[in-house]
């Protein structure tokens, strides 16, 4: 194996540092790891929602790192459209499908992981010895002037892109339309299909049918507008919690907190008096006087 | 330092997003982690083109900006449609194209 030392390393060298300024030089040693942290935060992360969490923190710093490297249009673009829009649609569907949205534990092919890490650190390897020798003797151009009309502003982007690559933009518009009909018709849902959603009317005989667990709705959380959260279940009229009320997805009110609204709902605490115009402390309501 | 120091850190993105794809059991996250490398690879075309000075480089990432966009729109809906009938968004449930 040859060494991967260039021809005149000195020379090579000393140019190289002039086109990367020491601002920048900075900005990469900060933002580098940054966004590589939050890659790997993003596969490690077991909840669904941390991980598309990471990933924007990711996608930021790529943003910033566009940025630095004098690609200003790109960088904002990037910030707006990956961070603002697609991240965000992530999360949309992340809440949507939200059910199962942390990972199971189990390895359903014995030793993937294990040969997964493998196979990424070998795909590591092989760009970077590749990127090595393949640019070690490369003189990198200066940057380009950002406000001149043919560097990398606003201007000189659209120069190109509505010049030389003006067919490849048509064409991103025929591929957003189509994107565009394939998004609604994958999530269009009929009414009289198979599995469509029914009205009101079939739902009802259908719940009395016993289609269904039970012929109402579940009880709804908030102990007897006490609480409206969503955490908090509902009570029984025996003051026990009801089970159907409890959220699947997030953390419930524990029980001991509501101990004195079950206590009220049982009925072993008296109830305010109706006659009283001012309502009694809360102090004084839960002792029960 | 050196711009190919940016082609480094895009390559262990794009490693890291290979990895999470294989490992990875929720499509939500197999598809953020697609996300992952199309960006390091418009992070490498960015840095290729201020290595040769061209502008070039920045309008491919922002091609590739494009077609993402409308491959996020279509992956999320076929992933929503599978999760309408299967109830689950586990890619170990799913093993037919239909129903």
Known sequence: ?289 | MTPTYYLLLSALLFTIGAVGVLVRRNAVVVFMCVELMLNAVNLSLVTFGRINGEIDGQVMAFFVMVVAAAEVVVGLAIIMAIFRTRRSASIDDTNLLKY
Request: net charge negative; proline share 7%.
């Open chain 1, 1 to 289: 194996m040859t060494p991967m030392t260039p021809t005149t390393p000195l020379l090579a060298q000393a140019t190289a540092e002039a086109t990367v300024s020491t601002g920048e030089a900075i900005a990469f040693w900060i933002l580098g790891p940054l966004a590589l942290a939050g890659a790997l935060g993003m596969v490690f992360a077991r909840n669904a929602v941390h991980s598309a969490l990471w990933l924007v923190l990711t996608m930021l710093t790529l943003g910033l790192l566009y940025l630095a490297q004098q690609a200003q249009f790109l960088g904002f673009t990037q910030i707006i459209v990956y961070t603002g829009a697609i991240m965000m649609l992530f999360l949309f569907v992340l809440m949507l499908a939200g059910r199962d949205s942390s990972d199971s534990v189990v390895e359903v092919l014995r030793g993937q992981r294990l040969a997964g890490a493998l196979l990424g650190v070998g795909v590591a390897g092989l760009f970077a010895t590749a990127m090595a020798r393949g640019l070690a003797d490369v003189t990198p151009a200066a940057p380009l002037d950002p406000w001149s009309p043919e560097g990398g502003g606003a201007g000189g982007l659209g120069r190109v892109i509505f010049g030389d690559y003006l067919f490849p933009f048509e064409l991103t518009a025929a591929l957003l339309i189509t994107a565009a009909m394939g998004g609604m018709v994958l999530s269009f849902t009929t009414r009289h299909g198979k599995g469509g959603r029914k009205t009101q009317r079939e739902l009802v005989e259908a719940r009395f049918r016993g289609e269904y667990e039970r012929p109402s709705p579940k009880p709804g959380p908030g102990v007897f507008a006490t609480a409206n959260s969503v955490a908090t279940p509902a009570l029984l009229p025996d003051g026990s919690v009801a089970p159907e009320s409890l959220s699947e997805l997030i953390e419930n009110t524990s029980a001991a907190r509501l101990e004195e609204q079950r206590r009220q709902v049982a009925g072993d605490v008296p109830k305010p008096d109706a006659h009283a115009l001012v309502a009694p402390d809360e102090s004084e309501e839960g002792k029960g006087k």
